[in-house]
């Protein structure tokens, strides 16, 4: 059974809010961890309005610092302190966060209840957040200010034994993770049984590559070949290229052109701008490149296989 | 006719926002003037939901440095540069708000398409706008950081003369404008026709009293005698007098206390702890002390009247 691994849809509109999307915010889950992609304003009210467990959240990644992409950020803090969590809270961001998160402190004259570590993202170091099952890199976006996707990958898992072996060969125990990793059983009496006949693949591993805000690129395409999932930006239909290269965006013909390279099982489409009321011909226009496009709109949950 | 005078709840949770509720804003409208009253995460949201018209807002009053009063400032002015705003923007608050605005559209490499003149609240400078209708004040409150409440009141209007007396004494042009301020009528005989013979009354100046965030204080009780509606916070219900106390805010009790002592002629509670999920019994509370009192709640429009 492979571990729980989604993104939850808290914000998907460009720049402008509308009476119906908010700005960018995801919350990716996978198995037991938390993390927050984006926190524009009014995420905290949308954790909440989606029952996600504010709480659990100990990491979160901004792309870049362009408001509608970190604006949530200063009031959630502020009601981390006011639920008086203790634990410390890790931001990944673009240079500048933690002075405007600091000066909001002072001024308000509040002493936090907790840490906030601040991790300034950079060219240099790709690899952001590792765990047992987990890691997560960043990937260069190419817009007007310094700005970073984020690819999260699982580790690849042990092999698994099968049950039938396990009784057959009375593995002792001392070998088991040894044959988890590959290695061949080597029996009691000396007999060697290859590590294929008593074990079956772990399930492949899943990621899930979150590209907002950026032109069309293929500057990262090798690093996302074959993902579970591409999030990828579509500020405007195809008919807006001009208006999109301009502004350091992307259309839904480039995200689907992008993902059909990339060799990407799924797209998701986001940050819509405020223009557009309808969202079906965003998904059609992307499917006539890319059959398997799906939007991402507030609250849904999106599974990551 | 009175010109419309009365104020749109956006919000009125306290500290935290809930699922239902947002925190401090409200939008007064008077004549065709629109004011905004503290700027809470998610304003900008708020304001179109209740199809408020963003782009005449052109006064904007922070009532104190605590996130949960202005974190959606800096939100609603990237809007503001992204509708391609022209107009100069008036913010008033206590000081701080320009240094937490610049140093974001710095760091977001933002040039803001319209200018931003910020007026610090001081507590030397009491009438902070004046124009031919209304002027606003200050209100010292008494909060853990500088506070100020607001008064928005009306100018005394002229005196009407009575559409029979125009008629009956041929009242001169050039003397009209002397009877409306209260003059007495000389006739071309030499006549003296006093004025409350040809005038009525004005409809008496309304005015407004807002009044958060501050622990129990008469200091501005003078100030607000009889004020036709004044919205004075209520974070807590009676029974948690000590809390109140201690985070320098007030109860329904003492709220209607001083919207009795002072003869207001209504009484408009806000500012609720996230705690309290249903907020009738806040109102029946009040009431037991002072009948006329109503609670705010988003997208409620109250007359000032």
Redesign the interface.
Known sequence: MPEIFHTTILGSSA?????LR?TSAQVVQHHNRFFLLDCA??T??QL??FKLPLMKIDHIFISH????HY??L??LL??YH??GRDKALHVYSP??MQ??IE??YE???LRPSFDVVYHELTDDARLIYEDQRIQIETLPMDH??PTYGFLISEKPRLRNIRKSAITKHRIPQEQMTLIKQGEDLVATDGQVVPNEQITIDPPPPRSYAFCSDTKYTEQFMERIKGTSLLYHEATFMGDKADIAREKMHSTTLEAATLAKKAGAKKLLLGHYSARYKELEAFREEAASVFPETYLAEEGDVVNIE
Chains 1, 2 share one sequence.
């Open positions: 720049a402008l809010p509308t009476s908010h304003e009014g905290q009210m909440r309005r610092m362009h408001g509608d604006l949530g200063p009031g502020f009601t006011l639920l240079p500048g002075q405007i000066i909001q001024i308000s004259q007007r200010i």
